[in-house]
Structure formats: C-alpha cells, structure tokens
C-alpha cells in the first residue's frame, strides 16, 4: 500500500492529487485536513494542484478565483463528514479564508438536491445551512451584490424543499425572503428564472393556477434568452402540470408537447417521463382512455427504471383512474388503495385524501358504506385535522353523518372534494 505521508509527516503529491479531486477515501482523511490547514507550505502545494483543475487556455485571462476552486475542494473532500453539515462546523473550523464560506454553501446546496428523494428534511437542513454560510461571508472579502445573490438561491432551495414537504406557509416565507436578497443582488438572470420557477410550483400546488402559469411563463422565457433549453423544457413541463391540475386538459398539450422538443433526455431521464406522463395524463382527462392505456403498459419498464418512487405512485393513480373509466372497479380498487397507502406513507396527506375520494363513489356504488367511512375516517379526516380547515372540517362532517345515515350521493362526495381541492388555496400549518 503506497505511503500518504513522507518520512517527515507532509503528504505526498500522490496523496494530495486524489485529496484535490475529491477521492480520498483513506481513514487518515480528518488529519490530513488539519495538516493542510496548519501547514503553509502543504496549503500552497494543494492550492497549486486545484489551479490547475481550472487551467485557462492560452490567451484567455486565469481562472478566476482559484483560491476559491481548492477552498471548495477541500469543502467536498469532507463532504462525507456529517459535522460539515452543520453550523457547528463553521464554529470548530474558524475562517480563515472567507471564499471557503462560498465554497461550503455551494456544496450543501449540491448535496441537498442530490438527496431530495432520500431525506427530505436533511435536504431542507443542508439548504439552510447554505443560507447560513452566507451569512457569515465577510462584506470586504465577497461583492454584497455576490453575497446577495448565494443567500437568494439558497433561500430559493429551502423554500422549494419545504413546498415539497407540504409546508406551504414555510416555502412562502422563504421565498419571500430569497427575492429580497435577490432584489438586492447582481440581477443575474438564471437565479430568477430558478426563483420563478419554485414560486411557480408553490403557486400550482397553493391551486392559484393563474399566477403559476405567470410565472412559469416568465421562468421560460429567461431561460430561452439565456440558452438553457433543458431547462426551459423543465419548466414547461410544469406549466403544463398547472393546466392538468386545473382540469383543462386541452391546453395541456402544447407546452408539454414543446417541452419534448427542449429536454434533454440525457440529462435527467426521470424529467422526460414526467413530461410524457403529464402528456397522457391531460390526453385520459380529456377521454382518450382506451389509447392512454395501452401506452401506460408500453412505457412502464421506463417509469420503473428512471422515474423518481413519488411519480412512480402519480403513474398508478393515473392508472387507477383509467381502469374506473373503463368500469373495472376491483382493479381500479386496489391500485388507488396501493396510491393512498404510498402518499400516506411520505406524508403527502393531501394527494392521498384526494386519491380516497377518488375511490369512494366506487365503494358508494357498491353500497360498501362501513368501508366508505373507514375512508373518510381515515386519510381524509388525518388531513383536514392536521392543517385545521375548518370549513372543510364542517364540510367532512355532513358527509360523514350522510354515510351514517344511509343516504350519501356521488354528488355529495363530489361535492364534498371540490371544498378539498380549494383548500389547496389556504394556508396550511407547519
């Protein structure tokens, strides 16, 4: 095994090689850090290497900000350090240099996207502690409009983080908070367009479908004078999402049809699906049903390989729906239990409660009406209690002493769902 350190204790350049590029793996990595820190002239060796990560070609100026390249490499070479995820990280380790702090927060930032589906509540801790890196980057060594512009994107991820979670009050506040820095930032266009694109899908799932589509709209068209196909194909995706949601399928299909043309495949498979699905999901909507199914079984093998398990269960909903269509109701039964089941599971108490109301005029129609309320009992009312809609609360409670009494109508039920769907308009706790 090759040595990590020279007879006289200081790393060798094979060592700090695979330090720079992030790969060390070996248990001596904690001491190496230190060393790195207390030693100058290993620092100044290690500091070469990660300029030449970023060698600008000949004629063009040097890469910029090359301490902040090695800064942020040493940052993801402890990345795997549960400690640097924290505040008291930035307390145990003092700054010496502050580009570190970008660095740091660049890295949390990348680290909370890439665990989204994993743990969302550390995705929302990592993006946080991005907010508060910088913070504590010092006005004279970092342009405040640079500054403003870090904490307005990491503001941006923890409000779409915590829309995710269901957390709407929270993602607002943040948002809020992400545009004044923003407002007070260098204007670049990007971090708008991402900023838009989170009010967007707030806004979507806050069921102002008005206002999302605005700004899903002007998110687009940054990100087309900007270049950035993929990711104006992204957001028209979601645009179309809005349309779907809002019950007119039809005008669903141009931007989910354009998005195909945007999108790049390679890049994120699971976005393309989401494109398709949404794309069936407007065409079942506006009744082809019999042809939506058919493509359902033909794609699936792609859904299960490269959608994210959350649009996997969206895809059996939609299925679920297909089969009630059709009349197969035991096959529609029991896929919109496996749907409710899985939302419930990740807390997503809100589409779960819809997929039940979606099932129960199935049950009504069969005259199951002990196994109707143990449906409004169960998911249905853990929703409403939960975020404390007291006009739905009154609402559910009609419709709960109807099933008792034995004289419950799909129109009640249908009624009772479109007092759910515009809570989606009130605030929710938490």
Same mark, same amino acid.
Request: proline share 4%; glycine share 4%.
């Given at each position: 095994m090759a040595r990590d350190e020279d007879p006289e204790g200081h790393p060798t350049e094979e060592t700090l090689e695979r330090f720079t590029a992030g790969g060390f793996d070996d248990p001596?990595?904690?001491?190496?850090?230190l060393h790195l820190k207390a030693c100058q002239p290993c620092w100044a060796r290690f500091a070469a290497l990660a300029r030449g990560i970023l060698e600008a070609p000949q004629g063009m100026p040097e890469a910029p900000n090359s301490?902040?390249?090695?800064?942020?490499?040493?940052?993801?070479?402890?990345?795997?350090?549960?400690?640097?995820?924290?505040?008291?990280?930035?307390?145990?380790?003092?700054?010496? $240099?502050?580009?570190?702090?970008?660095?740091?927060?660049?890295?949390?930032?990348?680290?909370?996207? @890439?665990?989204r589906h994993e743990n969302l509540a550390a995705s929302e801790d990592m993006a946080y502690?991005?907010?508060?890196?910088?913070?504590?980057?010092?006005?004279?060594?970092?342009?405040? @409009?640079?500054?403003?512009?870090?904490?307005?994107?990491?503001?941006?991820?923890v409000a779409n983080f915590r829309r995710v979670a269901s957390n709407l009050v929270g993602a607002e506040q943040a948002l809020i908070l992400a545009l004044d820095c923003l407002e007070e930032g260098t204007g670049a266009?990007?971090?708008?367009?991402?900023?838009? $694109?989170?009010? @967007?899908?707030?806004?979507?799932?806050?069921?102002?479908?008005?206002?999302?589509?605005?700004?899903? $709209?002007?998110?687009?068209?940054i990100y087309i004078e900007e270049n950035e196909r993929h990711l104006a194909g992204r957001v028209l995706v979601k645009l179309g999402s809005v349309h779907v949601v809002a019950n007119r399928p039809e005008q669903a299909f141009s931007p989910l049809l354009s998005s195909l043309h945007l999108l790049d495949v390679r890049k994120e498979p699971s976005v393309s699906l989401n494109a398709v699905h949404n794309l069936l999901h407007a065409l079942a909507d506006a009744g082809y049903h019999e042809r939506i199914a058919v493509a359902l079984w033909r794609l699936r093998p792609l859904f299960e390989r490269f959608a994210s398990p959350l649009d996997q269960v969206r895809l059996l909903w939609m299925e679920a729906r297909l089969w009630r269509a059709q009349g197969v109701l035991g096959r529609a039964e029991r896929l919109y239990r496996k749907v409710i089941e899985k939302f419930s599971q990740e807390g997503i108490t809100y589409d779960a409660s819809l997929a039940a109301l979606e099932l129960a005029p199935i049950l009504l129609e069969q005259n199951r009406l002990s196994d109707l309320l143990a449906l409004l009992d169960g998911v249905v009312a853990t929703f409403v209690?939960?975020?404390?809609?007291?006009?739905v609360m009154v609402t559910l409670a009609i419709l709960r002493g109807a099933v008792v009494r034995g004289d419950v109508t799909v129109r009640a039920i249908e009624s009772f769902g479109e007092h759910l769907r515009a809570a989606g308009d009130l605030p929710r706790q938490g």
């Open positions: 001596g990595e904690t001491s190496l850090l301490r902040e390249v090695y800064a942020f490499a040493l940052a993801r070479a402890r990345a795997r350090f549960e400690r640097m995820l924290t505040e008291a990280a930035l307390v145990t380790y003092p700054v010496r $240099d502050p580009l570190w702090l970008r660095g740091f927060a660049e890295l949390c930032l990348e680290k909370a996207a @890439g665990l502690a991005a907010v508060q890196a910088a913070v504590r980057i010092p006005a004279a060594s970092l342009s405040p @409009g640079a500054v403003a512009d870090l904490m307005g994107k990491s503001w941006s991820e266009p990007l971090l708008l367009a991402r900023h838009l $694109d989170v009010a @967007g899908s707030l806004l979507r799932d806050q069921r102002r479908f008005k206002e999302a589509a605005e700004a899903f $709209d002007r998110a687009y068209r209690e939960r975020h404390i809609h007291r006009e």
